[in-house]
């Protein structure tokens, strides 16, 4: 017979057609720079300093796969890929993607 808990975990598990998760660093820097790249200077700015107070306040992030965006908190739905990367690998892939946008030419 099966406890209450373990049957809470198991309904509570992604479906199985969910995408993996975004759970590489160098990957998350990709995503953001594409994000990144139609936006104007302050854009950028404005979406980075909302990612990095996100992700220290240790937020639930994910990527949306259409339209392709970053959704910060819960988000119910299979179109989504969750970030599961540590709070300063966050801010980190943050700012790199960041450095590396603003440093393209054009």
């Known amino acids: 017979m099966w406890s209450t ?3 809470i975990e198991f309904t509570n598990l ?3 057609s969910a995408p993996a998760p975004v759970e590489n660093l ?11 790249r139609p936006l104007t200077p302050l ?4 979406t980075c300093q909302q ?10 992030m994910h990527v949306l796969v259409q ?9 119910s739905g299979t179109f989504k890929r969750s970030i599961k990367l540590t709070r300063e690998s966050i801010v980190r ?7 590396k946008e603003s440093s393209r030419p054009g």
């Open 26 to 36: 160098g990957e998350l820097e990709e995503i953001l720079q594409r994000l990144m």
């Open 67 to 75: 339209p392709s965006r970053v959704h910060i908190g819960q988000l």
């Open 51 to 60: 990612l990095i107070s996100a992700a220290i306040r240790g937020e639930e």
């Open 14 to 16: 992604p479906p199985r």
């Open 43 to 46: 854009q950028r700015a404005d």
């Open 5 to 7: 808990l373990e049957q």
């Open 93 to 99: 892939a943050t700012l790199h993607a960041l450095v």
